[in-house]
């Protein structure tokens, strides 16, 4: 390919980039300021069965989680292998739970994870079980509980409450690590026909910072087959969504974690998606809602809904999925547009995970399954580039010839080419192929959990940057560059950013320099360049571009010295420095 086009291609890269992390990063930020509070001014409301069930008091004190927990009237403990919590004898409101297995952070005994908290807490989450009755006090009735009650794997807990003749039972079970059941029946001894409409609800108050990640962050519902979500900000500004149809599940979901609940898989029912205007706070709701029912004086109903918090683990996912019957659990993670190679490439990675025990070293087995499978295209492009090398002669002389001609110098070069059967694209194909390959590894990176908090060598965790940065000389000096305003980010320059920039800079010098000396200078700045971009980067993807760009280089160093073109690595570094002969002078090998 044209160095021309190369050198506009990436310079066209680079811009793109800076301006998003430079200019749309603040707009992004102040459009998501200013939909925050027309999410609270212009907020709708959810239907009108649901309203007096899904609104939340007004408060106007936002309390730390201790302080919150306390104001409930009564607390049942929760405690399992996996989680611990309670729920709230306050609307029965399921607001409190800790995941025993995940940390907030890699390194100690960090602070473990929290998916629910009272509803007077920042950012709270929580779920409300129920049964819409016209007249019922819904989230704020009282329910009574055994004395000493603690829900167990072994032990469900089951809450009561009696309201004008029509008895409520709420009894909530542990089905599984992250998976609750919330079964709900109600008696109608009230001597009158009443209409009960059974709903499950998961709320979130506020509205969380997504704007930085690629990882979808919202309301997510599967109804008959039918993948429904939308972002937060997406909810406010356009009122939510409802979808229906039999069989699927409702809920909020964050990067690593989802919050969830699925009605019986046999029942149609609606997923229904709001932005409610509990002022001063807004909250987003979604909830599972099943068709009304008349009970007649002397009947009752019940109704099992799953309720699962926990992490968007795809074995765990599956296994549920399996287990429990609930159609799609799978799509609560987010595989994007790419999923045709995102999977592939995870289950990929799991596969090597499994089989070394390390994701780091699975990265690099796995690059170097994908090296082979490219490598058919890799052998044409660099058999192609060595014939091109060849040239080199012929074309510093065409070059020479119509240098005040560069119409005419195209046109020879290009018979040159033609008549040689050279074609000088060949060289970015394997860069080409190479770019969904990248984009899919950063998607997996970025979404699945698995990779989360996973060590390799001096690196507690692939999914961030590397920790270390060469601008407090690797830790030894008490200095965070990240704090700089604007290009922080881009000045934690670690250890694997470095060894990519060399491994990129090596690679530039299997070939001589171009002729023309301010692209010379380009290029050579290219791979110091890309050591900025990539040092904010996921630690694992700076990995695979490392040791894919080290694969590369031997690889091309090897096909190329068998094709006769063997590179002149040292004469070329040496014409960087000025030290060597001409740009143009590189012969190709006897």
């Known amino acids: 390919m044209d160095r021309n086009l190369i050198l506009a291609l990436v310079l066209t890269a680079l811009i793109l980039i800076g301006w998003d992390q430079l200019v749309l990063g603040p707009q992004r930020e102040a459009a998501e300021a200013q939909q925050r509070q027309q999410g609270i001014e212009a907020a709708q409301q959810a239907g009108p069965s649901l309203t007096e069930a899904l609104n939340a008091p007004a408060t106007d004190a936002t309390l730390d989680?201790?302080?919150?927990?306390?104001?409930?009237?009564?607390?049942?403990?929760?405690?399992?292998?996996?989680?611990?919590?309670?729920?709230?004898?306050?609307g029965g409101v399921f607001d409190d739970l800790t995941l025993r297995r995940y940390g907030i952070e890699a390194v100690g005994e960090a602070p473990r994870v929290t998916l629910l908290s009272p509803r007077q807490t920042e950012g709270a989450q929580y779920v409300l079980p129920g049964m819409a009755v016209a007249g019922a006090p819904g989230d704020k009735a009282l329910w009574e509980a055994p004395e000493g009650a603690t829900l167990t794997p072994g032990t469900p807990l089951t809450l009561t409450r009696r309201e004008g003749g029509v008895e409520h039972r709420l009894t909530y079970a542990v089905a599984d690590d992250y998976l609750f059941t919330a079964t709900y029946s109600i008696s109608n001894e009230s001597g009158a026909p009443i209409t009960v409409e059974p709903y499950t609800t998961v709320l979130h108050r506020d509205l969380p910072d997504t704007s930085r990640g690629i990882a979808f962050e919202g309301p997510i519902a599967v109804a008959g087959g039918t993948l429904q979500e939308q972002k937060y900000k997406s909810v406010v500004k356009k009122g939510g969504f409802e979808v229906s149809g039999t069989g699927g599940w409702t809920g909020l979901a964050s990067k690593y974690w989802l919050v969830a609940t699925a009605p019986p898989q046999d029942q149609p029912f609606t997923a229904q998606v709001r932005s409610l205007t509990t002022a001063p706070f807004p909250q987003i709701a979604a909830a599972t809602r099943l068709a009304p029912t008349v009970l007649q004086p002397g009947e009752?109903?019940?109704?099992?809904?799953?309720?699962?918090?926990?992490?968007?683990?795809?074995?765990?996912?599956?296994?549920?999925?399996?287990?429990?019957?609930?159609?799609?659990?799978?799509?609560?993670?987010?595989?994007?547009?790419?999923?045709?190679?995102?999977?592939?490439?995870?289950?990929?990675?799991?596969?090597?995970?499994?089989?070394?025990?390390?994701?780091?070293v699975a990265i690099l087995a796995l690059t170097l399954v994908i090296k082979a499978i490219l490598f058919p295209l890799a052998n044409a492009s660099y058999k192609s580039m060595a014939n091109m090398r060849k040239l080199t002669p012929e074309v510093s002389a065409l070059r020479e010839r119509y240098k005040d001609d560069p119409t005419k110098m195209q046109q020879e070069m290009m018979a040159l080419y033609k008549k040689n059967k050279v074609n000088p694209a060949a060289g970015c194909l394997p860069i080409l192929a190479q770019m969904p390959i990248f984009f899919s590894l950063y998607k997996v990176l970025f979404t699945t959990i698995e990779l989360r908090h996973q060590p390799f060598l001096y690196i507690k965790d692939l999914s961030e940057q590397d920790p270390t940065t060469v601008f407090n000389l690797f830790g030894l000096l008490p200095y965070d560059p990240s704090v700089v305003p604007v290009v922080g980010a881009f000045l934690g320059i670690g250890i694997l950013p470095l060894l990519m920039g060399v491994a990129m800079w090596v690679q530039t010098k299997l070939n001589p320099p171009p002729p023309d000396p301010m692209q010379a200078k380009i290029f050579g700045l290219m791979p110091f360049i890309f050591v900025f971009i990539f040092a904010p980067f996921a630690a694992g993807l700076v990995l695979y571009w490392f040791w894919n760009t080290t694969l590369g280089v031997i690889q091309q160093y090897v096909i190329m010295s068998r094709a006769g073109a063997k590179p002149d690595i040292l004469g070329n570094v040496k014409n960087a420095f000025g030290r060597g002969k001409a740009a143009n002078s590189n012969t190709p090998a006897e």
């Open 65 to 90: 989680r201790i302080e919150a927990l306390k104001l409930a009237p009564g607390r049942v403990p929760i405690e399992t292998p996996a989680v611990t919590g309670s729920i709230n004898l306050r």
């Open 300 to 360: 009752a109903t019940e109704v099992q809904n799953y309720v699962y918090t926990g992490p968007k683990r795809v074995r765990l996912l599956n296994a549920y999925e399996d287990a429990y019957g609930i159609t799609e659990f799978d799509k609560a993670i987010d595989w994007g547009f790419l999923f045709f190679l995102t999977r592939p490439i995870f289950a990929g990675l799991q596969f090597f995970a499994g089989l070394f025990g390390n994701w780091g």
